[in-house]
């Protein structure tokens, strides 16, 4: 994925509307009269959740009328066509979406989210007999709010030894659990992860270099925890002693080529001038238009990570 490389300009994208039975893409033909579009996706490892905002060009009357609803669903695909094509970049539900007519063209403006939905509507029951262990308490959890269930490396979950109970959003049982346990959950795609505090979802990952897409130089950063971790004195008793979580580590801001299958969680490896090694991505962001204009992936990386 070399920066000069003639084949990278070919931008190549999917857009599905699955409830409305709507698609659009270029993927047979990227430098045909496609759809016009351009997008924003900011996506992290905190518990708010993952955002697009999508800008469309001159979509029919009856399109804009199907896709104008809250809670619809939403997938975005891109990259590039001799790359690997168009991957999923975002999947989540409409939030907000506006139509504007400026005369020459109509556009739409859609903000959406990724697990807005079984965040904001799901309510569990929850009732565990002792020795239970928080791996079956997570599962079901993960059914009743509709995710598939992604496990990182290194995620071992102890069991309750006195039972464990809990009535209430299930985003919030889950913050209970992996808070007690040393764990990290977000939602990723549409997938529930769960990874160690400071972890990654697997050890290996893409490499960043001058010859497969890093643009310029990496720039240090430095974060700190913002405050410290809210605890109550039944979270406490439930969970007996805390895990500590590991205060964020410096690291680096680098920007690459569209990366579109990089989430954060990930492990990558950048080797540059002045840095090599492997690193946590921590926040990431996806900017692009189809004609024109940016297709680039900035990410937040997070020291910490064994070099092997």
């Known amino acids: 994925m070399a920066q000069d490389n003639s084949s990278l300009w070919k931008r190549v994208y999917k857009l599905s509307f699955p409830d409305a039975g709507i698609e659009y893409n270029n993927t047979d033909d990227p430098t045909g009269d496609a759809l016009k579009i351009a997008f924003d996706v900011d996506r992290d490892l905190s518990q708010e959740t993952n955002k697009l905002k999508l800008k469309l060009w001159n979509l029919k009357a009856e399109s804009r009328a199907k896709i104008e609803k809250e ?6 695909y891109a990259g590039y066509r001799e790359n690997g094509g168009a991957k999923k970049m975002f999947s989540g539900t409409v939030i ?37 262990s928080a791996e079956i308490i997570v599962n079901a959890i993960a059914g009743e709010m509709g995710l598939p269930l992604i496990v990182g490396e290194g995620v071992e979950f102890e069991a309750y030894k006195n039972g464990y109970s809990f009535v209430g959003k299930a985003a919030d049982a889950l913050s209970e659990i992996c808070s007690g346990q040393g764990l990290d959950w977000s939602i990723q795609n549409s997938m529930l992860q769960i990874i160690l505090a400071g972890g990654t979802v697997k050890k290996s990952g893409l490499v960043f270099s001058a010859a497969t897409g890093l643009i310029g130089s990496p720039a ?12 109550t004195a039944k979270r406490k008793a439930k969970q007996g002693a805390q895990k500590e979580k590991p205060d964020k580590k410096a690291g680096w801001k680098i920007e690459t080529l569209l990366a579109p299958t990089v989430n954060p969680g990930d492990a990558v490896k950048v080797e540059s001038r002045i840095i090599t090694g492997w690193f946590r991505v921590e926040t990431i962001k996806h900017k692009g238009e189809l004609y024109g204009g940016e297709y680039r992936t900035q990410m937040d990386l997070i020291e910490g990570l064994n070099d092997d």
């Open 71 to 76: 809670d619809i669903k939403i997938e975005l």
């Open 96 to 132: 907000r979406a506006v139509s504007v007519d400026e005369g020459e063209n109509v556009t739409t403006e859609i903000e959406a989210s990724d697990g807005q939905v079984p965040v904001r509507d799901t309510v569990v029951s929850l009732s565990y007999a002792p020795d239970t």
């Open 220 to 231: 240090r950063i430095v974060k700190a925890r913002a405050k410290e971790d809210e605890e």
